[in-house]
């Protein structure tokens, strides 16, 4: 089993930035893939950025240049940096974790205001 604890969701102004971060304990295995997913109201969840155990990112086409992900394999954290928050980029956002199995977090609100 994996648990999953992200923290630094919360309520931004339009402009603004935020820092999510989810740490990974329990039964970790390599290599793995960790991401970051987000569900608006009335909407699906939707990938919003990736990173493997080896560097490799993936990002949505909205969050290009504003986001990035970043992760230390060392502590098994992730962390989401997103600057230049829009009010689209408000939702709740889940960290994954996929090794043998995935693993989600129990997700973060974030909220950007007009």
């Known amino acids: 089993q994996v648990q999953l604890v992200e923290s630094g969701g919360g309520l931004v102004q339009a402009g603004g930035s935020l820092r999510l971060s989810c740490a990974a304990s329990?039964?970790?295995?390599?290599?793995?893939?960790m991401g970051w997913y987000r569900q608006a109201p009335g909407k699906q969840r939707e990938l919003v950025a990736a990173i493997a155990s080896g560097g490799n990112t993936n990002y949505a086409d909205s969050v290009k240049g504003r986001f990035t992900i970043s992760r230390d394999n060392a502590k098994n954290t992730v962390s989401l940096q997103m600057n230049s928050l829009k009010p689209e980029d408000t939702a709740v956002y889940y960290c994954r974790f996929t090794g043998l199995g995935t693993y989600w977090g129990q997700g973060t609100q974030v909220t950007v205001s007009s």
């Open positions: 329990g039964r970790i295995f390599s290599p793995n893939h």
